[in-house]
């Protein structure tokens, strides 16, 4: 299981790489190349605070909107069996089928985690 680091509502990764014996990661669920490395774990640490500061930072210099981790949509391929199915839960749960996606999915991760 893979650890993430969090701060300011971003999520870094953390890696180690045998070769440099560093720690290392990179800032997740944005498209934006933001890494950082430490020689142990509370640099680390700093170093992805300090990388999403920075990444903020420039953002509000520049006036560009930051990249956010999730915009709340996502494009999904499925069985076309599933799809029915999940048609006839939302309209039988009186929901859209966004709503009962949502749903769903919420109670999977619920009974997962």
Same mark, same amino acid.
């Given at each position: 299981?893979?650890?993430?680091?969090?701060?300011?509502?971003?999520?870094?990764?953390?890696?180690? @790489?045998?070769?440099? #014996?560093?720690?290392? @990661? #990179?800032? &997740?669920?944005?498209? &934006?190349?933001? #890494?950082?490395?430490? #020689?142990?774990?509370?640099?680390?640490?700093?170093?992805?605070? $300090?990388?999403?500061?920075?990444?903020? &930072?420039?953002? +509000?210099?520049?006036?560009?909107? !930051?990249?956010? !981790?999730?915009? @709340?949509?996502?494009?999904? =391929?499925?069985?076309?069996?599933?799809? =029915? $199915?999940? $048609?006839?839960?939302?309209?039988?749960?009186?929901?859209?089928?966004?709503? +009962?996606?949502? =749903?769903?999915?919420? $109670?999977?991760?619920?009974?997962?985690?």
């Amino acid at each position: 299981m893979s650890e993430l680091l969090k701060y300011k509502g971003y999520h870094g990764s953390v890696e180690y @790489g045998l070769e440099s #014996k560093m720690l290392f @990661g #990179k800032v &997740q669920f944005i498209s &934006q190349d933001i #890494k950082y490395t430490g #020689k142990t774990v509370n640099e680390l640490i700093g170093a992805f605070e $300090q990388a999403v500061d920075g990444y903020l &930072q420039m953002c +509000a210099d520049t006036g560009v909107e !930051p990249l956010v !981790p999730a915009s @709340g949509m996502f494009n999904v =391929r499925i069985d076309k069996a599933l799809h =029915r $199915q999940i $048609q006839i839960y939302a309209m039988e749960k009186g929901v859209t089928m966004n709503a +009962a996606v949502e =749903r769903l999915l919420a $109670q999977a991760i619920k009974t997962n985690a």
